[in-house]
């Protein structure tokens, strides 16, 4: 469950000062589950910091995930882009009063001016599945915000603001370990695969690759199946007949409580762990090394600074491919690990060069149809700039590679 709470206020950001003008209190609060209530903010005299004051309550949970978003039309669309928020947001937020978010609105909207902005702060007693990490609702800048050499290509722009809903997602990649498990299990129930040896890996905890995007997907069934949940893919529009067997672009039903792959959005927000404008799933640095991904390191790119080039000197041995343990590495903001290297994953959408020039701007889930669907976040076979957040790496539906694996979602409060 979860619940909303709303403050409307109007303001001007000149010369890098922000003028409050005036404060209406419009709390929109549910009455079961948590509750957020008591929503106001002010100004600090002289600065562009804003602080945001909200009141939580819930009668039986300890522990919620709280979220803020921001619109600069009263409340018609929260997309403005925002990530210089600090305080009392994110997971693990006890309930009180006074809780207090503090918003940088100088570092996300410097030399903007609106005279009617309004704040949306939610709360969420969802528990996230084990294994599984909750991404909050929110807005988010897609696509690649820098503009150097030999960096972005065409089809990760124009960056656009974002909103993408509540979500889970695997906190690791898909281990061999995982996949045999869901495997087996399939093979039993009516389930058939491209190939028998789908889902190939070097060791039970490094990820699974070398399967088609369709035997992904019906992986994903079947994984939902075994655990009692709704399967999210369908052979008929009527969303009937679940999608086991062949090479079909399924329906999908996207409020099942059930596994599917992300969408790109959904996966580049996640991969951005709650900051935007940096090159990877980091926030500290722009860099990338050795000690942060794994990869291969060559001189073409000036923010890979590692001081060991080829591919990474822990895995480079046994044979290829040359994979990492899942969770051998730092996690992100959102507490997901191998975001950039190791992997890349599948994602639902069909690569559409042009298409972030008219995707919609809530949820989007990729152009109707196409020839190749969307990996991301690169692999060990992949050099640094592969595995920024916004590239996006197009690939044959029925191709396998050692490098090429993925992760799943399910909707969020199923």
């Known amino acids: 469950m979860h619940s909303t709470g709303c403050v409307r206020w109007r303001w001007a950001l000149r010369f890098g000062t922000l003028l409050l003008a005036l404060i209406v209190l419009t709390p929109n609060v549910l009455a079961v589950g948590p509750t957020v209530s008591n929503v106001r ?38 997309t403005l882009p925002t990530a210089s928020f600090t305080g009392a947001l994110g997971a ?33 007693d969802d528990t996230a599945p084990t294994g599984m990490a909750l991404i909050p609702a929110g807005t988010f800048q897609m696509g690649d915000t820098y503009n150097t050499y030999n960096e972005r290509d065409s089809d990760e722009l124009p960056v656009h603001s974002v909103y ?9 990649e898909v281990t061999k370990a995982l996949w045999d498990e869901v495997y087996i299990w399939a093979t039993t129930h009516g389930y058939s695969f491209d190939y028998r040896d789908s889902g190939q890996g070097k060791a039970p905890n490094h ?3 070398t399967m088609t995007w369709y035997d992904a997907v019906k992986w994903c069934n079947a994984r939902s199946e075994k655990e009692g949940m709704a399967p999210a893919y369908y052979t008929d529009s009527a ?14 039903n996207w409020s099942a409580s059930g596994y599917r792959l992300p969408t790109e959005a959904e996966w580049e927000k996640a991969a951005r762990g709650g900051a935007s404008g940096h090159r990877f799933p980091w926030s500290d640095t722009d860099n990338i090394t050795h ?12 923010y890979d600074t590692s001081p060991t080039r080829g591919c990474h000197p822990a895995f480079a041995s046994g044979g290829s491919p040359y994979t990492s343990p899942a969770g051998y590495f730092a996690p992100n903001g959102y507490g997901l690990y191998d975001m950039a290297g190791n992997i890349s994953e599948w994602c639902w959408d069909w690569h559409k060069r042009s298409y972030y ?16 669907r969307v990996q991301r976040g690169g692999g060990w076979l992949y050099d640094a700039g592969s595995c920024r957040a916004a590239i996006r790496i197009e690939r044959i539906p029925t191709s396998r590679t050692d490098e090429g694996g993925f992760r799943s979602v399910r909707a969020a409060g199923q």
């Open 291 to 302: 000690s942060r991904a794994n990869y291969i390191c060559t001189s073409k790119y000036s």
């Open 164 to 172: 993408v809903s509540a979500f889970y997602m695997d906190r690791y």
């Open 92 to 124: 693990g937020i006890t309930p009180g009063t006074n809780k207090k978010i503090i918003w940088n609105a100088g570092a996300d909207w410097s030399g903007n001016f609106s005279s009617n902005v309004r704040f949306r702060v939610t709360a969420n």
């Open 239 to 252: 969303l009937t007949t679940r999608y086991r067997s062949g090479q079909v672009a399924p329906y999908v």
């Open 207 to 209: 990820p699974a690759h």
């Open 357 to 372: 020039g008219s995707a919609p701007s809530s949820n989007p889930r990729g152009p109707g149809s196409g020839s190749y």
């Open 41 to 78: 903010s002010s100004q600090r005299p002289g600065t562009n910091l804003v602080d945001i004051y909200y009141d939580l309550a819930d009668p039986d949970t300890g522990s919620l995930t709280v979220a803020i978003v921001v619109s600069s039309n009263g409340g018609a669309s929260y």
